[in-house]
């Protein structure tokens, strides 16, 4: 089964304003990744959130993941047009397969 | 800063011909993967590899593909006989560690194109 499922969603913001997705997930994690896309690009690693973590901050980045809800959200703060891209959640699971499973993407636009 | 470097960056390609997408890892990780994103869909998982070897495949990775590493800086990724479907944008990444503890690196893709 699929891991690694953001609520699909695309996102429009103003500049200046916080940007909030979710993700959600089925089995049993070691962590829990987020990457960043822009439109044509690679992928670039945000933050991972290990499964005994609650939360975690990076810059204008907040995580965090609630393991009884098999959930996560990633904030970023204080919105910049940069900060527009499609962000993906990445699970590691914590029993069979030694990958990551990524969802479908949210797609972030920051209005300047 | 190193990086994974991927060529090409764009193939077109007759269905039934076959394509080689060629990937350089970061030179002390020792996980390689390959990834795929279909145009609007998932990122998919194709195959790892480690220590020369396929660690792990997924059920898309199937007898039309194949990996090699086949000079120790390079790490490409076959697909024998190209179908419509075939079609997407194929990334390579590689990690540090030998498990999925830390985060992955990837390179910018390469587009495939499948006529």
């Known amino acids: 089964s699929q891991q690694g499922e953001e609520d699909p969603q695309a996102l429009s913001i103003q500049e200046g304003e916080n940007a909030t997705m979710n993700c959600s997930y089925k089995?049993?994690?070691?962590?829990l990744q987020w990457y960043r896309q822009n439109s044509g690009r690679g992928l670039v690693h945000l933050i991972l959130?290990?499964?005994?973590?609650r939360e975690k901050h990076s810059g204008r980045l907040r995580v965090t993941l609630d393991t009884s809800k098999k959930s996560s959200s990633l904030l970023i703060t204080a919105s910049r047009a940069a900060d527009t891209a499609s962000y993906f959640c990445?699970?590691?699971?914590?029993?069979?397969?030694?990958?990551?499973?990524f969802g479908k993407g949210n797609q972030v636009v920051v209005i300047p | 800063e190193p990086e994974v470097t991927q060529t090409p960056s764009h193939q077109v390609t007759q269905m039934g011909q076959e394509v080689i997408l060629r990937c350089v890892p970061i030179?002390?990780?020792?996980?390689f993967y390959w990834y795929r994103q279909i145009l609007g869909q998932k990122v998919e998982f194709l195959v790892s590899?480690?220590?020369?070897?396929?660690?792990?495949k997924s059920e898309i990775f199937d007898d039309q593909f194949s990996v090699e590493r086949p000079d120790g800086s390079n790490f490409t990724l076959k697909i024998r006989s190209t179908k419509l479907e075939d079609s997407a944008m194929y990334f390579c990444?590689?990690?540090?560690?030998?498990?999925?503890?830390?985060?992955?690196?990837f390179g910018e893709g390469s587009r495939l194109t499948v006529l």
């Open positions: 990444a590689s990690s540090e560690g030998i498990d999925l503890t830390g985060e992955l690196f």
């Open positions: 089995t049993s994690i070691n962590n």
């Open positions: 959130i290990r499964s005994n973590e």
């Open positions: 990445a699970t590691d699971p914590l029993y069979g397969n030694n990958r990551l499973a």
């Open positions: 030179s002390n990780h020792l996980y």
């Open positions: 590899f480690y220590n020369n070897e396929i660690s792990e």
